[in-house]
């Protein structure tokens, strides 16, 4: 997958006014018009690794939501602001298996729903439950 290294200046911006709406931008190499992101390297490393969602891109539509992530997770039960968060080692082993050229797709859908679209959408069988 596409890397970028974070550096403290490297944000996602949230904020709909900008040009720069649900971009990741470096701060250092922009003129910032914006009130509001979010600081991509963080003191408790939770985007140390990360996929960005591609969602509300291409064309992006300010106020149609942005800086959404796959990312490392804060604890079991503890939530995310419309982000998705694993465990380390579970989200090294999705990126080391993703492939950019094989378009991966994120699905996020209860099970039974699931279950009921994985023919239609042609979408993987899922493995058991533990």
Same mark, same amino acid.
């Not at 949230?14 to 991509?40: C, G, H, I, L, P």
């Given at each position: ?6 550096? *403290?200046?490297? $944000?996602?911006? !949230? !904020? ?9 931008? !470096? ?8 009130? +509001?992101? $979010?600081?991509?390297?963080?003191? !408790? ?12 891109? $291409? ?6 939501? +942005? ?25 090294? $082993? ?13 699905? @996020?859908? *209860?099970?039974? @729903?699931? &279950? ?5 959408? &042609?979408?993987?069988?899922? *493995?058991?439950?533990?």
């Amino acid at each position: 997958m596409p890397y970028l290294s974070l550096a *403290p200046s490297v $944000e996602c911006v !949230d !904020d709909a006014r900008s040009k720069f709406y649900n971009r990741v931008v !470096d701060r250092a190499t922009v003129v910032a018009d914006w009130s +509001s992101s $979010e600081q991509m390297l963080r003191p !408790d490393g939770l985007y140390r690794w990360g996929l960005m969602v591609d969602h509300n891109a $291409e064309p992006v539509a300010a106020g149609g939501g +942005s800086c959404i992530f796959i990312h490392i997770w804060m604890g079991p039960g503890v939530g995310t602001t419309g982000c998705t968060a694993m465990a380390q080692e579970h989200l090294e $082993e999705l990126l080391a298996r993703l492939d950019p050229a094989r378009r991966p797709l994120l699905v @996020q859908l *209860p099970r039974p @729903q699931y &279950k009921k679209l994985r023919r239609r959408w &042609k979408l993987p069988v899922l *493995p058991k439950q533990k």
